[in-house]
């Protein structure tokens, strides 16, 4: 059984750029949520992805959105990147969805993001 | 609002010494309760949940009851080692919910 993955694990990118993150949930997952984690915080809830649909979301801006693919891997993208962007953009997946007592979430390694 | 309150860190410990990480939540309901550990580089790990008043949670020789009436998860480890040195964040997940709410993390480092 394979974990959760992401790529890149690193990134540099300059501001006002556009960045896609990448997740593959684990095998048999197919609920996938994002966090951001900034230096020395604890991660924060962007939004999650049901069924290739948005369930549930954070207080993130609009430039941040994603995607979920039929194989429920899924994408963050953001635009119009600001400095404070910078993170550790963690993926996590679960099994489960709306309003089902999901199960525990599991997270991939991370993509560091710069924004210089 | 809901929320996590972690002891602050840093923690530095001796090799074997008793570990105690406070952890107290704010949350409607009854809320589950993770311990979530994250090695230097590396992504979270789920160390140990409970999901009940009562419940204890264990793993790796890490502890947690949830005290529903002192509203704390509290991470408790009889002798440490160097390789449990890492940061530990305390989280919830409401009933229904989609996300988990994290702490702000505490660093743990043991030395020999």
């Known amino acids: 059984e394979t974990g959760v993955t992401q790529s890149p694990t690193h990134l540099i990118k300059t501001r006002g750029q556009q960045v896609t993150l990448r997740c593959s949930s684990q095998s048999g997952h197919n609920t996938v949520s994002w966090y951001q984690q900034a230096l020395g915080q604890g991660p924060q809830f962007i939004f999650q992805y049901y069924r290739e649909e948005e369930n549930g979301r954070g207080n993130f801006p609009p430039r941040f959105s994603g995607l979920q693919f039929p194989n429920y891997s899924s994408e963050l993208n953001v635009n119009a990147l600001e400095l404070d962007d910078s993170a550790l953009y963690l993926c996590?997946?679960?099994?489960?969805?709306?309003?089902?007592?999901?199960?525990?979430?599991?997270f991939g390694p991370g993509t560091r993001l710069l924004v210089l | 609002g809901d929320s996590v309150t972690q002891m602050e860190g840093p923690v530095t410990l001796s090799e074997e010494a008793f570990l105690t990480i406070n952890c107290t939540y704010t949350?409607?309901?009854?809320?589950?309760l993770f311990w979530y550990v994250q090695y230097p580089g590396e992504g979270l790990q789920l160390l140990l949940k409970?999901?009940?008043?009562?419940d204890k949670g264990s793993n790796k020789g890490f502890e947690a009851t949830y005290r529903k009436e002192t509203t704390s998860f509290h991470l408790e480890k009889g002798s440490v080692q160097v390789s449990d040195s890492a940061v530990y964040f305390c989280a919830l997940r409401k009933p229904g919910a989609n996300n988990l709410f994290f702490g702000t993390g505490t660093r743990l480092t043991v030395i020999p």
């Open positions: 949350a409607t309901g009854y809320p589950s």
């Open positions: 996590a997946s679960s099994r489960g969805g709306a309003g089902s007592n999901q199960e525990t979430q599991y």
């Open positions: 409970a999901t009940k008043a009562d």
